[in-house]
């Protein structure tokens, strides 16, 4: 396979890991903000802070990954996205900041007024960042970010129907990938009557991303009708069918409370929608900008990929253990401690 190919497929491989663990991330923000009052949601917040709390700093290696690919990988879309949706794109950014800022200081805070305030920063920045990539995502799928520094409208490249039904798919994916692996956890942690209600959640969250989906297929057939075609009769459209088959498998699963095997199933459905969207848009990466134009010489691509491989072979076994370890069961974790 040429590099150009093969340096899109592994930053697609690193955007598929932000959106699955990362967008569960957002997801438990958006949770947090519907707990309920102090009281009331102590425990519905304390399950989210302790699924989210050992990795969600992890997460964003995947977003730094998928940037620094982007920049050397493909340097012209880069500059052109960066410079077209530079105010979606910042505003991310001051979400994520603000987002994990709230979310460490809400922990140490002693008075209930400080805790309101940076509960209310960490779950509203977990809502509007999952918009506004979603946005950008939307600005980019219908076209409107063309090759060229600051070429594309400022304000209409991610303010359009398809990019504020990306954008709310995102958050609803978010908050149903969010709720799927919060069953799991409150079903480790003992406390079956979270996993239940997370269950509900995650089933009635599950029907709003369908109904979503189906709304931005509608908004993308009248939007950007070359991607909506390419979806729905060309050759991403058996990506499409099995994000539907696993949407749908997902819910029988979750109503069956198989909270393992769901997380699967999930997984593959959010996959299945994303990885559709870049195999129905290739080789065009913006407007009349194809791949191989835009990529890198090949001594810099394989510089890159070179180097991402000797990384991973540091990164991937650590991901891997901090994951595993936050994911076995707690009375497990407590008996392997040294006495």
Not at 311 to 329: K, N
Request: hydrophobic residues 55%; contains cysteine.
């Amino acid at each position: 396979m040429p590099l150009p190919q093969i340096m899109l497929a592994v930053m697609w491989v690193g955007l598929t890991a932000y959106v699955l663990f990362g967008g569960a991330d957002f997801g438990g923000g958006v949770w947090d903000l519907l707990a309920g009052g102090a009281e009331r949601g102590r425990r519905r917040r304390d399950l989210v802070e302790h699924s989210i709390g050992p990795i969600w700093e992890a997460n964003h290696v995947w977003l730094i990954f998928v940037i620094v690919l982007a920049w050397t990988g493909v340097p012209s879309v880069f500059a052109s996205v960066a410079s077209t949706l530079y105010i979606p794109l910042t505003l991310v950014a001051l979400g994520v900041i603000g987002r994990g800022a709230a979310f460490a200081f809400r922990k140490v805070s002693a008075r209930l007024w400080q805790r309101r305030l940076f509960g209310a920063t960490f779950a509203f920045s977990s809502v509007v960042t999952p918009f506004f990539l979603g946005a950008a995502a939307g600005g980019i799928a219908s076209g409107r970010v063309p090759p060229g520094i600051a070429k594309g409208d400022l304000v209409r490249s991610w303010l359009n129907p398809t990019s504020m039904a990306v954008g709310a798919l995102g958050v609803a994916t978010a908050a149903y990938l969010a709720a799927v692996y919060l069953t799991r956890d409150a079903r480790r942690g003992g406390e079956e009557d979270l996993a239940e209600e997370f269950r509900r959640r995650a089933l009635g969250c599950g029907a709003v991303v369908g109904v979503l989906a189906v709304v931005s297929l509608l908004v993308l057939r009248a939007d950007a009708p070359a991607l909506f075609t390419e979806l729905t009769s060309g050759r991403a459209l058996p990506l499409l069918v099995l994000s539907v088959a696993a949407g749908l498998a997902s819910l029988v699963l979750l109503w069956r409370r198989a909270y393992l095997a769901v997380r699967v199933t999930a997984a593959l459905a959010v996959t299945g929608l994303l990885w559709g969207w870049g195999v129905g848009q290739y080789p065009v990466l913006l407007p009349g900008l194809t791949l191989d134009r835009a990529a890198a010489t090949d001594a810099v691509l394989g510089a890159s990929l070179g180097s991402l491989a000797v990384g991973a072979v540091l990164l991937v076994p650590s991901l891997w253990w901090l994951y595993a370890t936050f994911q076995r069961d707690r009375g497990e974790a407590v008996s392997r401690r040294p006495a």
